[in-house]
């Protein structure tokens, strides 16, 4: 059974603190993306990764960063978390294959409460 | 990237069938049309995926007209577990790599 997991299912963390939202996928993709995702709004693209060390801003990569040492881990930073960034963060993965189905397989979130 | 629109919700009954369509005007010869599905509190998951006429699996068709600037989703006999989100994505897949934008979806309400 395909999966990709999110290190915490609910966080709570202060304003001001460094938080890091870890994903895995044991699918050996080579693809990777984090969301968040907020009433009203649908799945906001932050950053997402197509090979190890590389990255991509998405739609609203401010006050996120990322990392991705391995192909099957990509973290979401926080650099100092602010109230605006309490949210469902969702991590995806999807392959590269040419000609695959591009289905993207998501992590069960993580509700991320800055106070 | 292709720009899709949908409608924000719908409202429909048990058993009866539903299908919500997708605007696609600028969608790529390239192109291929996914749809996914998002209960509360889950991550989306892929329900169907086609690039031209019609494509039939155990949970939904999925029709595409000749020009492909929109595409509908169908759900057969809905039932009360099919109330969620529904979104319409549109990629090329034959680049070996696909960056995926969601929209804020449709929002199906199934009732008794």
């Known amino acids: 059974d395909v999966k990709v997991t999110q290190s915490s299912r609910y966080l709570v963390k202060r304003t001001g603190e460094k938080v890091f939202l870890e994903c895995v996928q044991d699918?050996?993709?080579?693809?990777m993306f984090w969301y968040r995702q907020d009433p009203g709004l649908g799945l906001r693209l932050i950053y997402f990764s197509y090979d190890v060390k590389m990255k991509e801003k998405g739609d609203i990569p401010e006050g996120y960063s990322v990392s991705r040492e391995k192909k099957e881990r990509f973290s979401l930073i926080l650099e100092s978390a602010s109230t605006n960034q309490t949210s469902m963060y969702l991590c995806?993965?999807?392959?590269?294959?040419?000609?695959?189905?591009?289905?993207?397989?998501f992590g069960q979130g993580t509700r991320l409460t800055v106070v | 990237l292709a720009k899709t629109t949908q409608p924000i919700s719908m409202d429909s009954y048990e058993g009866q069938e539903v299908n919500i369509t997708c605007s696609h005007n600028n969608i790529a010869t390239n192109d291929y049309i996914t749809w996914y599905q998002q209960f509360p509190s889950q991550g989306p998951r892929f329900i169907i995926q086609?690039?031209?006429t019609k494509v039939t699996n155990e949970v939904a068709s999925l029709f595409i007209p000749a020009d492909r600037k929109s595409s509908t989703l169908s759900l057969p006999r809905v039932s009360l577990s099919d109330t969620a989100v529904y979104y319409c994505?549109?990629?090329?897949?034959?680049?070996?790599?696909?960056?995926?934008?969601f929209g804020t979806g449709t929002r199906l309400l199934v009732s008794p």
């Open positions: 086609g690039y031209k």
């Open positions: 994505l549109v990629g090329d897949l034959n680049t070996g790599f696909q960056k995926l934008v």
């Open positions: 699918m050996d993709h080579e693809n």
């Open positions: 995806a993965s999807t392959t590269s294959l040419r000609g695959a189905r591009t289905e993207a397989f």
